[in-house]
């Protein structure tokens, strides 16, 4: 009885074996925006399970779903939720330079911002007034230090926003270069901690599988 349940749970530990169902991209109503942003980048051989490619993506969205919940009882009315999520889960993109294949930290943000104002209009998606150019903004905020940014971010009430996406790809940190805690911002992504390390083991244990 023992071995058939602790084979049952080997068996459906190895059956998770993609980025995609470890953490999945489960944003009802955006799923085609998902679909073309796979097209768009999956030639790279690195995209999937590369330090800053999709699952660092998804991890990050992940992280932010898992704070937005954490913080359920305290957001205020009106938060962006689904523009937070989305801004987490692309605020990345601009990481890849095309011509080259690779994978470049310096003006990331900046590219990043640039990319979603050329790629999310030509999506087939009934964006509410602003929305593309928050999902823009966060994009480009979540890796500059300075404060005109978190006044820009108060003053577009997206203050919390991008506390949450900032905090989310810090913790990603422990999965490559351990975390400073002292970059988080919110009381709650220290509890996070544990969930995320559990996490990385996964997602570890998948790119193992796929060496």
């Known amino acids: 009885m023992i071995l058939s349940v602790v084979s049952k749970r080997v068996i459906h ?45 998804l991890s990050v969205y992940d992280n932010a779903k898992q704070l937005i919940e954490l913080k359920r009882g305290a957001l205020p009315d009106g938060f962006p939720l ?15 330079i ?6 470049e930290n310096l003006h ?3 590219r990043s ?21 928050n999902i823009c903004f966060l994009a480009r905020a979540h890796f500059e230090v300075n404060s005109e940014v978190w006044r820009e971010a108060q003053a577009r009430n997206l203050y919390l926003s991008l506390q949450i996406i900032r905090d989310a790809d810090a913790l990603d940190r422990i999965r490559f270069f351990g975390l400073d805690e002292s970059f988080l911002h919110l009381p709650e992504s220290l509890s996070l901690i544990p969930y995320v390390e559990d996490k990385w083991k996964r997602l570890w244990a998948c790119e193992s599988r796929r060496r």
């Not at 085609?32 to 942003?37: F, G, N, P, R, W």
């Not at 999956?42 to 999937?48: E, M, W």
């Not at 989305?86 to 990345?92: I, N, Q, R, T």
């Open 113 to 133: 911002e640039r990319f979603l104002r050329e790629f999310l209009p030509l999506q087939d998606i009934s964006w509410k007034p602003g929305q593309i150019d």
């Open 82 to 96: 689904e523009t937070t999520l989305l801004a987490a889960y692309l605020h990345d993109t601009g990481r890849r």
């Open 13 to 57: 530990f190895m059956r998770k074996r993609t980025v995609e169902e470890i953490i999945p991209f489960d944003l009802r109503g955006y799923e085609a925006l998902e679909s073309d942003i796979l097209s768009y980048f999956s030639d790279h051989p690195r995209f999937r399970l590369g330090h800053h490619g999709y699952s660092h993506w």
């Open 108 to 110: 990331h943000s900046a």
């Open 98 to 103: 095309p011509k080259s294949g690779t994978w």
